[in-house]
């Protein structure tokens, strides 16, 4: 199974709204449209794509969706931070795809992508916003058996136009 992580891009830092309300700033924006068209431009398959429910990852999300016809789409409560990875990890396993996207937040995807390829779970990776990675893994996806592929910036996918 394919496993691509992408953080959010920029968002709003607006006290007023609520946490789950934060949307991309513009910037945000450009760094969803950088994605969909580095992925796009890279043939990417991507069967299902599995989301935060909060704003700004939905909206990071929907480039991605709409650049590559990508119909399997469902929101998930657990790639909101302080979830519990192995529940996504079942979440994942229950869905049987090849390939998947998953859109959220740090530290969780950090603390995903430690889980699926080191044994002691301690590996620290930083996602920064608009930063996409690639998992291979088994299927089902265990714990400490995938391998990191690769792990691009938004700013990195622009250079390579």
């Known amino acids: 199974m394919l496993i691509y992580l992408l ?3 920029d968002a709003a830092q607006n006290p007023s709204l609520h946490d789950r309300e934060r949307p991309l ?6 760094q969803a449209e950088t994605v969909a068209d580095f992925l796009k431009r890279s043939h990417t398959s991507i069967n299902a794509i599995l989301c935060s429910p909060l704003q700004r990852a939905r909206e990071m999300a929907a480039p991605v969706q709409r ?10 409560e657990y790639l909101i931070p302080g979830n519990d990875v192995r529940q996504l990890l079942a979440q994942i396993n229950a869905d049987s795809v090849e390939s998947v996207l998953l859109v959220g937040h740090e530290p969780l995807l ?8 080191t044994t002691a779970n301690d590996l620290k990776v930083e996602f920064k ?3 996409l990675a690639l998992i291979e893994a088994g ?6 058996q995938g391998v990191l592929k690769w792990l691009v910036t938004a700013e990195h996918m622009e250079q390579v136009k």
């Open 25 to 30: 700033t513009e910037l945000g924006q450009q």
């Open 7 to 9: 953080r959010h891009g």
């Open 110 to 117: 950090g603390e995903l992508t430690s889980l699926l390829v």
């Open 67 to 76: 650049h590559l016809d990508i119909r399997n789409f469902r929101l998930s």
């Open 139 to 144: 299927s089902p996806v265990r714990e400490a």
């Open 129 to 131: 916003k608009g930063t």
